[in-house]
Nanobody, 116 residues
Framework: QVRLVESGGGFVQPGGSLRLSCAAS????????MRWYRQAPGKEREFLAR????????NYAGSVRGRFTITRDNAKNTVYKQMNSMKSGETAVYYCNVEVLGNEAWGQGNQVTVSS
């Protein structure tokens, strides 16, 4: 059974940094791309970043490019997202995601609140 468990959320001031982790289990982590999304109150879920299975390739949404960095450690079955220069409007629940054999799996989500 595919399982994704996010951690590392919390409060951060505008301009601050936070790192999220997503621990994966139940599938062969090292052969799948991983993604991060977020969903702000009253808004649709938004794609943020993708990393390839080997970690050699990444893609970012324009809104976070240059501020967020996605990385992975295949030995630990974990994907990370470093978020820098955070903005007030980025308060949201952050999710990691994987598609395994055509089926999407999501973590439980991790609340990040950006506020002074």
């Amino acid at each position: 059974q595919v399982r994704l468990v996010e951690s590392g959320g919390g409060f951060v001031q505008p301009g601050g940094s936070l790192r999220l982790s997503c621990a994966a289990s139940g599938f062969t982590f090292s052969i799948y791309d991983m993604r991060w999304y977020r969903q702000a109150p009253g808004k649709e879920r938004e794609f943020l970043a993708r990393i390839s299975d080997t970690g050699d390739s990444t893609n970012y949404a324009g809104s976070v490019r240059g501020r967020f960095t996605i990385t992975r450690d295949n030995a630990k079955n974990t994907v990370y997202k470093q978020m820098n220069s955070m903005k007030s409007g980025e308060t949201a629940v952050y999710y990691c995601n994987v598609e395994v054999l055509g089926n999407e799996a999501w973590g439980q989500g991790n609340q990040v609140t950006v506020s002074s």
